[in-house]
């Protein structure tokens, strides 16, 4: 059963800085990309930051500069380090893989930038 729990949401203020990580369960994970998606209230989820099983990576533009998405394949982790938080960076944040046709997501984790 393929398992993706996130932590590491928060309250922080304008400027700050937030680690999100993503341990997964049930996967190779090694074999498998994955991807930070956030969903703000009364808006679709957009991706927000993607990275290979061979740690190629890429960002949405709107986080370019900011954020970075990494993985620790011994510990079935993926990250998503946030710096210099903006207001409009409040949302859900979800972690996602894809095996074939199927989505698999966490259960997210709340991230609030505000002063």
């Known amino acids: 059963q393929v398992q993706l729990v996130e932590s590491g949401g928060g309250s922080v203020q304008p400027g700050g800085s937030l680690r999100l990580s993503c341990a997964t369960s049930?996967?190779?994970?090694?074999?498998?990309?994955m991807g930070w998606y956030r969903q703000a209230p009364g808006k679709q989820r957009d991706l927000v930051a993607h990275i290979t099983r061979g740690s190629s990576t890429s960002y949405a533009n709107s986080v370019k500069g900011r954020f970075t998405i990494s993985r620790d394949n011994a510990k079935n982790t993926v990250y998503l380090q946030m710096n210099s938080l903006k207001p409009e960076d409040t949302a859900v944040y979800y972690c996602?893989?894809?095996?074939?046709?199927?989505?698999?997501w966490g259960q997210g984790t709340q991230v609030t930038v505000s002063s």
């Open positions: 996602n893989t894809k095996s074939g046709t199927r989505d698999y």
């Open positions: 049930g996967v190779i994970f090694s074999s498998f990309d």
